[in-house]
Each structure stands twice: as C-alpha cells, then as structure tokens.
C-alpha cells in the first residue's frame, strides 16, 4: 500500500508473540495487499502469492495466519473472502492536527520564527521534519524546525544533507 510508513515493531508485543515464520508471512502480506489492502484469504491463494519460490504445506499457512489473527494483526473482513491489517500495530501514525499545532507552535517560538535553512523571518512558515517522517523522523522537537514554505517545498523528503547540497549547487 504505496504512502504507508511501516513502524519499528520490534518492541510491539503482538509482534513478539508470533513464530519468525508468522512473522515473514506477515511481511510478505503487507508486500501483497492490494490498492484497497486486502488480500484473499484462502490460504493456498495466501501460499501462491506470498511463497512463490517455496514449497510450504497449506496446513503451515493455515496456521501462521492463525497466529497472525490470534495476535490481533490481521483481521477477516466482512465480504468473508479477503484479510486486511489492523493497521495500529503495523503503520505509523501521524500525530492528530491539534497535537500537531501545538507542537508546530513550539517549534517556531523555540527558532524564533525564522527558517533554519535561509533565515527568512515570518511571512509563511511551515514545521520541517530534518529527518523526514516517510524515511523514519520522528515527530521529537529535535527532529523538527521552522521552515520557509519555499524551503520546505524544496526539500520535500529530502535528507538534510541532500537539501543542503542541492542548496549549495543553486
Ligand atoms: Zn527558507
């Protein structure tokens, strides 16, 4: 599913719970879901699509998903016919917009409303991810600063050093 960022699980129970081989089918239905997330859920389509180099008995796919929707990481949806991922677990979120505007707001009075990158002051500010949240930034104030809306644009996701290359070239 193209614009879903997968979170650090390892620390996450659920995930910790399910066997290393539950834990790759898992990884290969999340490469498998279609534009609407869904995969059929008749285990040998499951085996077809997710282990198509491997010999794996039906009776062992079964089961991984089992434990799969045991663990509270793959749900039945109601057409009765696919699975789909409870989300929560798997994806990381993006803070709500109140949070956000709170912490959008600490970080320009923290940079004094100026852009890092050009030290533009005021006008059209916007909060910047230096690490970008789609490559793993997290939304800490340390990996966040004020941005001019043109520099902002400009460095999209780009890495910091990237952005400043770029900056140097133009
Ligand atoms: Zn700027």
Redesign the pocket.
């Known amino acids: 599913m193209p614009n879903r960022i997968l979170r650090d699980w390892t620390d996450i129970e659920n995930v910790n719970n399910l066997s290393a081989e539950a834990e790759v089918l898992l990884v290969r239905i999340l490469m498998k879901l279609d534009v609407k997330g869904k995969l059929i859920s008749n285990p040998r389509v499951i085996r077809a699509y997710c282990f198509p180099l491997k010999k794996i008995p039906e009776n062992k796919i079964t089961k991984w998903i089992q434990e799969l929707t045991d663990n509270d990481l793959i749900h039945y949806n109601s057409d009765g016919k696919t699975i789909s991922i409870n989300r929560t677990n798997i994806f990381r979120q993006r803070l709500c917009s109140s949070k956000w505007r709170i912490i959008v707001k600490q970080v320009f009075e923290r940079d004094n409303y100026t852009?890092?990158?050009?030290?533009?002051y005021g006008g059209k500010l916007e909060c910047d991810h230096i690490i970008p949240f789609s490559k793993g930034g997290t939304d800490e104030l340390e990996n966040l600063t004020t941005?001019?809306?043109?520099?902002?644009q400009t460095k999209k996701d780009m890495y910091l050093e990237d952005f400043l290359k770029l900056k140097s070239t133009k």
Do not use: F, I, P, V
């Open positions: 852009c890092s990158y050009c030290g533009q941005a001019c809306k043109s520099c902002n």
